[in-house]
């Protein structure tokens, strides 16, 4: 059987084996902009270096039917999602194994889609799509570009619905934008797979999710039952050490008087502090009030400026370095039925596994 595929770089089409022969899996992801939800964003907000429209008025009809006509076309065979738990990581050709593994195809082959419906997995899959756009977008295969927005569609869907974790994908859109403007701007000097229609629509439709999320509105539940503010101050107190984001702080404080007072205490500033960043990076930046006292607060959002703060996650990929395979370790399975994840050889699996970081996981495949 030949290979064959919509992209010369993607791993080919997906086949069933069934009573009748082998037949193609059809794609049941849905598409990032139909005839029935047509982009509205200006397109005054794409400009070039010198602030001029790329397209004016009297082509702004034509070119952006063009768009949805190209976009709709390279969007209806996408590529479904993969369901695989884990993969090997090869860096070179051996006699058994012949090619690499690339990010786009590990990107293709681990099962993100199902990751961003676990909340213990949600901020790690939000983190690592932030990344790649913000570097590695253009090495991205074409099929794996069209995965990279079908999940991200996931992802803004998802926080439409439940309201949680706005913040986080507002600041992955924003840096999805600056890069696709920067991207658009220079097409020709720079590598774009697929047509630059395509790029164009998709920049509407990240125009039109900043838009939705900015006129997301939280309803408030009635509830006759406890709430938060009947909760005892030590109670309140510990929920608030239990924070490792600066924001969620500032942003439980907004509920209720009780909640400020407490968001506002030194000693769990300095605590966040120390979490976060080294003792000589405090000694650079710090910031004394009126009073001779450290405003740790402050010295928090500065140092956040110049340093990365610690990374945290409820749940990541790992690496077996024993068999050089990226896997998703599910903790329930491996304390039920001693299951490491993926076919180890290893004969203390567990001491051969790491956690991937996001950081880590687009080092991988950097060859």
Known sequence: MPFLGQDWRSPGWSWIKTEDGWKRCESWSRDLDTENNPCNVSHSIILNSDDEEIFSNEEQKYTSKKRKKDHFRNDTNTQCFYREKWIYVHKESTRERHGYCTLGEAFNRLDFSSAIQDIRRFTYVVKLLQLIAKSQLTSLSGVAQKNYFNILDKIVQKV?????????????????????????????????????????????????????????????????????????????????????????????????????????????????????????????????????????????????????????????????????????????????????GHPCTAADPDSCFMPVSPQHFIDLFKF
């Open 160 to 340: 439409l619905d439940d309201h949680q974790n706005p913040r986080l994908i507002k600041d992955l859109l924003q840096d999805l934008s600056s890069t696709l403007c920067i991207l658009i701007r220079g097409v020709g000097k720079s590598v774009l797979v697929g047509n630059i229609n395509i790029w164009i629509c998709r920049l509407e439709t990240i125009l039109r999710w900043q838009q939705q999320l900015q006129n997301l509105q939280v309803t408030k539940q009635v509830n006759d039952g406890l709430t938060l503010s009947d909760l005892p101050l030590h109670m309140l107190n510990n929920i608030l050490y239990r924070f490792s984001d600066g924001w969620d702080i500032v942003t439980l404080g907004q509920v209720t008087p009780t909640l400020s007072v407490l968001s506002e205490d030194r000693q769990l500033w300095k605590r966040l502090c120390q979490y976060h960043f080294a003792e000589q990076q405090f000694c650079r930046h710090l910031i004394l009030s009126e009073k001779g006292h450290v405003e740790w607060k402050l010295m928090y959002f500065a140092l956040q400026k110049h340093y990365p703060p610690r990374e945290q996650y409820g749940d990541t990929l790992h690496f077996c370095r024993h068999c050089s395979i990226l896997f998703w370790k599910d903790c329930r399975l491996a304390l039920l039925f001693k299951d490491s």
